[in-house]
């Protein structure tokens, strides 16, 4: 088995944990995306994109998906893509490229979980490099 298999089987009773316990809080089930020190790490130094459209971009999120998408939906996704907006899929993570205002994109968390009809949360770039200095030691 593939450590990557193995590491996604540990987080997965952690997953149905916190599911579970925020049923019970909250009466509602909150989707949950666990990932390892080291995933995250790798998450935020990764570079979906070439550097040039990273520096010219408006904002770069990072939307966290419970599994690894199938190819027909990463064919979903990339059909969302327009002048203003660019995907990539790289393992559990996508990431949303977004040339200009966010406010002028067509492109929201709901649309996103619509075309791949997957939950997911997202995150700027920005916080996602704090967390990762804040709370993965180097």
């Known amino acids: 088995m593939s450590s990557l298999k ?3 089987q540990t987080a997965n009773p952690l997953r ?3 599911r579970r316990h925020s049923k019970r809080l909250l009466d509602y089930e909150v989707a949950t995306f666990v990932r390892t020190d080291a995933e995250f790490t790798a998450i935020a130094a ?3 994109f070439p550097q040039s459209l990273l520096d010219s971009a408006a904002a770069l999120n990072i939307g966290f998906l ?3 998408p199938e190819a ?3 064919q979903k996704l990339i059909s ?3 002048d203003i907006d660019d995907f990539h899929i790289h393992g559990r993570e996508l990431y949303w490229l977004c040339r200009k205002k966010q406010s002028e ?3 929201s968390n709901v649309v996103l979980e619509k075309a791949l009809g997957l939950k997911t949360t997202l995150r700027g ?3 996602i490099n704090k967390m990762a200095e804040k709370y993965i030691a180097k």
């Open 6 to 8: 193995q590491k996604q």
């Open 16 to 18: 149905r944990r916190s």
């Open 46 to 48: 990764y570079k979906p």
């Open 66 to 68: 419970a599994d690894t």
């Open 72 to 74: 027909v939906t990463k």
């Open 80 to 82: 969302l893509k327009t």
């Open 105 to 107: 994109s067509k492109i």
């Open 125 to 127: 770039i920005n916080t």
